[in-house]
């Protein structure tokens, strides 16, 4: 079974530029989750896709990080403009279903904003 | 609403010592909680998870945990650790629709 895919594995920006991050859940994986994860803290949610509609998305910063999840499958995660705290680890998860199930995690995407 | 906490934000243990990791969760109802591992390098993947049942939970390569209801507690163990267990250890429990994860402890092992 693959798992899920990220890409790009790291990035490096400008403050006041814009990144995106993709990601490809495991097949047949209706729930997708978004997660920053700041060094030395455990990971926090950004937004929860449940097929392509969102479920919550309280901890996403709308003023600059937007994300879609196209065709309940693939999803992209937008930053615009970064700011230096924005430097994350940004994971992508994905399970069966929403709830106490197993998420199946990415190899994550490391974003330093300079 | 359910959270959890660790304690232990870095331990340093010699190969072939005894491993237990503090979690503490928040009470909520029904208690549901996993311990999520991320080696160096790869990905955060689940190593034990408690829903219901025996409190004493097994999970991959020799770990252990105990749901202890009283003390509010699920302690992660390993009676013998070993250098290829260096990594982070995330305590995590599911809140509404998602999982709430606490903060890590880096388990650093010395050969």
């Known amino acids: 079974e693959a798992g899920v895919a990220q890409s790009p594995r790291y990035k490096i920006i400008e403050k006041r530029q814009s990144v995106a991050f993709w990601c490809n859940p495991i097949?047949?994986?209706?729930?997708l989750y978004w997660y920053q994860q700041i060094l030395g803290q455990g990971p926090k949610l950004l937004i929860q896709?449940?097929?392509?509609?969102?479920?919550?998305d309280s901890q996403l910063p709308k003023d600059r990080f937007s994300a879609e999840r196209l065709k309940g499958v693939d999803s992209t995660l937008k930053i615009q403009p970064a700011k230096l705290e924005d430097s994350a680890v940004y994971l992508c998860?994905?399970?069966?279903?929403?709830?106490?199930?197993?998420?199946?995690f990415g190899p994550g995407t490391r974003l330093t904003v300079t | 609403a359910q959270s959890v906490s660790q304690h232990n934000h870095h331990v340093i243990l010699s190969e072939a010592a005894s491993l237990e990791l503090g979690c503490n969760y928040s009470?909520?109802?029904?208690?549901?909680l996993f311990w999520y591992v991320q080696y160096p390098g790869q990905h955060l993947q689940l190593l034990l998870k408690?829903?219901?049942?025996?409190?004493l939970v097994k999970g991959i390569k020799g770990f252990e945990a105990e749901f202890i209801k009283s003390k509010f507690s699920f302690n992660l163990r390993k009676p013998s650790v070993q250098w290829s267990d260096t990594a982070e250890y995330f305590c995590?429990?599911?809140?509404?629709?998602?999982?709430?994860f606490g903060k890590g402890t880096r388990l650093h092992i010395l050969p």
């Open positions: 998860a994905s399970s069966l279903a929403s709830g106490p199930y197993e998420q199946y």
């Open positions: 097949s047949g994986h209706a729930t």
């Open positions: 896709f449940q097929n392509n509609g969102v479920v919550d």
């Open positions: 009470y909520g109802g029904t208690v549901n």
């Open positions: 408690y829903f219901s049942g025996d409190p």
């Open positions: 995590a429990v599911p809140r509404d629709d998602k999982i709430i």
